[in-house]
């Protein structure tokens, strides 16, 4: 039928009835003039014959509808690039969309075309192939055309000469792709164009419709019925999260296509630093934040609805956002910004390797800028990263630089936040008298400051100094006051954490049932939140109360629970014993949730006795490190 087609013009339906007429015997001379009356005569001659008709290559419903047989012994099969949608709403045709060659399948067909050249040793560079040429038929068609046709080149130079695929169409030489894939994007209509070819500078494989509407500078619903369309002339394939991916054939094809556009890379930059600071602000909301400037005209920002949304948003966009950093086209203000907005995420997804990389991107570009406050914010981030890699000494230095730029700028809520961190490393080293000296400075400036969220975190960071001196009815005094506050303004995340922490002081007085309850309200807002990490880790105190109050059984249930999350997470685990547990966790306890700056809510996962301490060498009882996560 010539949907596609390097001429353009695609079969008329009135003259492909002539042919069909034609070769069911019909004279020439009989034959009428209208589409209707050969629409007739076709379906009347096909009335008592059982006949398989095959439509190739159609463009569209409209083409084929009046070749349809009607006779009940008939059945018409109609291949197109476009997925007709029309031909299933009026004629109750039957969809069979046709997806990627599978690897066997994908092998089968080249060998079919290859010959009988191809040996067993060949099938490393067949499998290369077969990868590079990812399913695609008309793909694989072309190269073992190529490889039938000069039957001297080794199939392993061939393999190496695809490998240029991925930046451009040139390792097909020979075999052009482009005219192909062109039948497809000349029928296209002109916004449809614009979008593939604005693919071509999309960094990632997979890309919203947000993202999309941003590369195009136009309304998202514009945007989305662009890239609907694309998927029905199948030049993008929707996957089941609502984004859009292209072949890497066809995305080499519309980097070919596209202009310098810097504007349009401009916009997608944009996009993804506002949606991931918008994200940042559902998993944190009373982060303190400096005022970010409104999205420009043109750049639309990803709805993402809850906290639930903003992580699934983060965890799927998460290479896009740290190939952004590197892109040439963001400014050192905006790197900055994209960077912070990552921290969050990355801190409660337990890559601290990741927030390390990502805030000296921040530091380096807020040096070059002269950014002072965003210098030592970086700074603080890099400290919070390096205590958790155990880099204790390069995190000293990093937290004095943070504190002295803080102090410089007289920011006493950067100041706090940085005490907050220098408390958790003490706390890490074992330093507790200086742990709870760093935190209560830490919840002086957050009064000075007037910033109340903070004093309830620094309030449970004291409450969790005095639970690890061995003072837990003053620990719970400012625990609870931790949590009343948190309440009132509306942080379950906070409160959560301080009820983790009194938890942890109830079981220490011996009160196990109240600890339970205490670790009970943690866990229902940490699962709404989605917060495994904090899950895991408060199972794991869940499991040290019930092992001290002499349920065994319920605290081994506790533990493997955890350590089956730590282990979805890649979390590290080290094997431990003596006390009823095979392995334990080795974490580090947050400080404040969400914000990495030391937060009293998380220990290091391990099987206790009933007093719930480990020993040290010297045989002396000594209470477990915390740990600081988002």
Same mark, same amino acid.
């Given at each position: 039928?010539?949907?596609?087609?390097?001429?353009?013009?695609?079969?008329?339906?009135?003259?492909?009835?002539?042919?069909?007429? =034609?070769?069911?015997?019909?004279?020439?001379?009989?034959?009428?003039?209208?589409?209707?009356?050969?629409?007739?005569?076709?379906?009347?001659?096909?009335? @008592?014959? *059982?006949?398989?008709?095959?439509?190739?290559?159609?463009?569209?419903?409209?083409?084929?509808?009046?070749?349809?047989?009607? %006779?009940?012994?008939?059945?018409?099969?109609?291949?197109?690039?476009?997925?007709?949608?029309?031909?299933? %709403?009026?004629?109750?045709?039957?969809?069979?969309?046709?997806?990627?060659?599978?690897?066997?399948?994908?092998?089968?067909?080249?060998?079919? *075309?290859?010959?009988?050249?191809?040996?067993?040793? =060949?099938?490393?560079a067949l499998a290369q192939i077969v990868a590079r040429c990812a399913g695609l038929p008309l793909?694989?068609a072309l190269v073992a055309a190529r490889a039938a046709t000069r039957p001297n080149l080794a199939? *392993?130079?061939?393999?190496?000469?695809?490998?240029?695929?991925?930046?451009?169409?040139?390792?097909?030489?020979?075999? =052009?792709?482009?005219?192909?894939?062109?039948?497809?994007?000349?029928?296209?209509?002109?916004?449809?164009?614009?979008?593939?070819?604005?693919?071509?500078?999309?960094?990632?494989?997979?890309?919203?419709?947000?993202?999309?509407?941003?590369?195009?500078?136009?309304?998202?619903?514009?945007?989305?019925?662009?890239?609907?369309?694309?998927?029905?002339? &199948?030049?993008? !394939?929707?996957?089941?999260?609502?984004?859009?991916?292209?072949?890497?054939?066809?995305?080499?094809?519309?980097?070919?296509?596209?202009?310098?556009?810097?504007?349009?890379?401009?916009?997608?930059?944009?996009?993804?630093?506002?949606?991931?600071?918008?994200?940042?602000? @559902?998993?944190?909301?009373?982060?303190?934040?400096? !005022?970010?400037?409104? $999205?420009?005209?043109?750049?639309?920002?990803?709805?993402?609805?809850?906290?639930?949304?903003?992580?699934?948003?983060? +965890?799927?966009?998460?290479?896009? @956002?740290?190939? #952004?950093?590197?892109?040439?086209? /963001?400014?050192? $203000?905006?790197?900055?910004?994209?960077?912070?907005?990552?921290?969050?995420? #990355?801190?409660?997804?337990?890559?601290?390797? #990741?927030?390390?990389?990502?805030?000296?991107?921040?530091?380096?570009?807020?040096?070059?800028?002269?950014?002072?406050?965003?210098?030592?914010?970086?700074?603080?981030?890099?400290?919070?990263?390096? /205590?958790?890699?155990?880099?204790?000494?390069?995190?000293?230095?990093?937290?004095?630089?943070?504190?002295?730029?803080?102090?410089?700028?007289?920011?006493?809520?950067?100041?706090?936040?940085?005490?907050?961190?220098?408390?958790?490393?003490?706390?890490?080293? @074992?330093?507790? !008298?200086?742990?709870?000296?760093?935190?209560?400075?830490?919840?002086?400036?957050?009064?000075?400051?007037?910033?109340? &969220?903070?004093?309830?975190?620094?309030?449970?960071?004291?409450?969790?100094?005095?639970?690890?001196?061995? &003072?837990?009815?003053?620990?719970?005094?400012?625990?609870?006051?931790? +949590?009343?506050?948190?309440?009132?303004l509306g942080d379950r995340s906070g409160a959560a954490r301080a009820h983790d922490s009194i938890?942890?002081? #109830?079981?220490?007085?011996?009160?196990?049932?109240?600890?339970?309850?205490?670790?009970?309200?943690?866990?229902?807002?940490?699962?709404?939140?989605?917060?495994?990490?904090?899950?895991?880790?408060?199972?794991?105190?869940?499991?040290?109360?019930?092992?001290?109050?002499?349920?065994?059984?319920? %605290?081994?249930?506790?533990?493997?629970?955890?350590?089956?999350?730590? =282990?979805?997470?890649?979390?590290?685990?080290?094997?431990?014993?003596?006390?009823?547990?095979?392995?334990?966790?080795?974490?580090?306890?947050?400080?404040?949730?969400?914000?990495?700056?030391?937060?009293?809510?998380?220990?290091?996962?391990?099987?206790?006795?009933?007093?719930?301490?480990?020993?040290?060498?010297?045989?002396?009882?000594?209470?477990?490190?915390?740990?600081?996560?988002?």
């Open positions: 039928m010539c949907g596609s087609h390097p001429t353009g013009v695609p079969v008329e339906p009135a003259q492909a009835l002539h042919g069909f007429l =034609d070769a069911l015997g019909v004279a020439p001379d009989r034959i009428p003039d209208s589409l209707p009356a050969r629409a007739a005569k076709y379906r009347s001659r096909l009335g @008592l014959r *059982r006949v398989l008709v095959v439509l190739d290559n159609a463009r569209d419903a409209d083409q084929v509808r009046d070749l349809i047989p009607g %006779a009940a012994g008939c059945a018409v099969v109609v291949t197109s690039r476009n997925r007709l949608p029309a031909l299933v %709403a009026t004629a109750g045709a039957r969809p069979f969309p046709l997806d990627l060659l599978p690897a066997e399948s994908a092998r089968a067909l080249f060998l079919a *075309r290859a010959g009988g050249r191809v040996t067993a040793r =060949d099938d490393p793909a694989l199939l *392993r130079v061939l393999a190496d000469d695809l490998a240029g695929v991925h930046n451009g169409l040139d390792g097909l030489t020979g075999t =052009d792709l482009r005219p192909v894939f062109s039948w497809s994007y000349l029928a296209l209509d002109e916004p449809e164009r614009r979008m593939f070819r604005l693919l071509g500078l999309f960094p990632g494989t997979a890309v919203g419709v947000a993202a999309a509407a941003s590369l195009a500078g136009a309304p998202a619903a514009s945007a989305g019925r662009s890239l609907a369309k694309l998927a029905e002339a &199948n030049m993008v !394939t929707e996957l089941a999260d609502g984004r859009f991916t292209t072949h890497d054939l066809l995305r080499a094809y519309a980097c070919e296509l596209v202009a310098k556009e810097e504007a349009a890379s401009r916009r997608l930059v944009d996009h993804y630093v506002h949606s991931a600071e918008t994200a940042d602000k @559902l998993l944190w909301p009373h982060r303190h934040r400096r !005022t970010a400037p409104a $999205p420009p005209d043109g750049v639309s920002v990803a709805d993402l609805g809850d906290q639930e949304g903003a992580t699934a948003w983060l +965890v799927a966009e998460q290479p896009v @956002l740290l190939a #952004l950093l590197d892109s040439p086209v /963001i400014d050192d $203000p905006t790197t900055a910004r994209l960077a912070r907005a990552l921290t969050t995420h #990355l801190h409660r997804s337990m890559q601290p390797g #990741l927030v390390h990389t990502v805030a000296t991107a921040a530091l380096r570009a807020t040096e070059r800028s002269g950014d002072d406050w965003g210098r030592a914010d970086a700074q603080r981030e890099i400290g919070l990263a390096l /205590i958790r890699l155990d880099r204790h000494a390069e995190a000293t230095g990093a937290l004095d630089a943070a504190l002295a730029l803080f102090e410089g700028l007289d920011e006493y809520v950067g100041m706090a936040h940085t005490q907050l961190t220098l408390g958790w490393l003490a706390d890490q080293q @074992l330093r507790l !008298t200086q742990s709870l000296e760093h935190d209560r400075r830490a919840l002086a400036l957050f009064g000075a400051a007037g910033d109340r &969220n903070g004093e309830a975190r620094a309030l449970n960071a004291v409450g969790w100094d005095e639970a690890r001196l061995g &003072n837990h009815a003053q620990a719970l005094r400012q625990c609870r006051r931790a +949590v009343r506050l948190h309440l009132r938890g942890y002081a #109830l079981h220490h007085l011996g009160r196990y049932s109240d600890a339970l309850d205490s670790f009970d309200r943690a866990l229902a807002v940490y699962r709404a939140a989605g917060d495994l990490f904090c899950v895991a880790e408060t199972l794991t105190h869940v499991g040290d109360t019930l092992h001290a109050g002499g349920s065994p059984g319920e %605290a081994s249930a506790a533990w493997r629970a955890a350590l089956g999350i730590l =282990d979805t997470l890649g979390h590290a685990t080290r094997p431990r014993s003596g006390n009823g547990c095979s392995t334990s966790a080795r974490t580090e306890r947050p400080r404040s949730a969400g914000d990495g700056f030391r937060r009293p809510c998380r220990r290091r996962p391990r099987c206790r006795t009933g007093a719930g301490r480990r020993r040290s060498r010297s045989g002396r009882r000594r209470p477990a490190a915390r740990s600081s996560t988002r």
